[in-house]
């Protein structure tokens, strides 16, 4: 009993959530599976300019999660109605088209005004909400929000890369 207190009393704040898995019952406490990993949490999106990026990041999530790296996806329909599907339809969408295997979560409200409790948290920290789909925010092993990069950041750039790297 002691080691699940100190446990509940050290994770990091940026991953002291509670998320259901994408059309799923099952709820994760993000602390409990991902204390002590890079995580890379993204805003997705099935129906934008940028859901190619779906490639890249399971392309990141494939080479180094042996490493200690995760990607986290939070679909999301705040921005032109891009993701208006049921979890279900995203899930089978994500799959089929993309291949995806890396950790889906429950659609989330992330813009400025209306976001879940997990992105105004990462929005305190960074400053930034995401203003469209494919916002990713980098956080270190400790839990720490180290970084947030925008839409327009390819997740095989340098930059990523470069800053992934780092904190493996």
Known sequence: MTNTLNAAQECASALDF????????????????????VVL???TASKCGFTGQYEGLEALYDKYRERGFVVLGFPSNDFANQEPGSEEKIQEFCRLTYSVEFPMFEKSHVK??????????????????????????LINREGDVVRAF????????????KAIEALL
């Open 18 to 37: 509670e998320m259901r898995r994408l059309a799923s019952d099952e709820t994760v406490r993000l602390c409990d599976a991902y204390a002590g990993k």
């Open 41 to 43: 949490m993204v805003n």
């Open 112 to 137: 400025k005004g209306k976001a879940s409790p997990l992105f105004q948290y990462l929005a305190a920290q960074t400053g930034v909400y995401p203003k469209w789909n494919f916002y990713k925010f």
């Open 150 to 161: 925008s839409s327009m950041t390819n997740p095989s750039s340098g930059k990523m890369v």
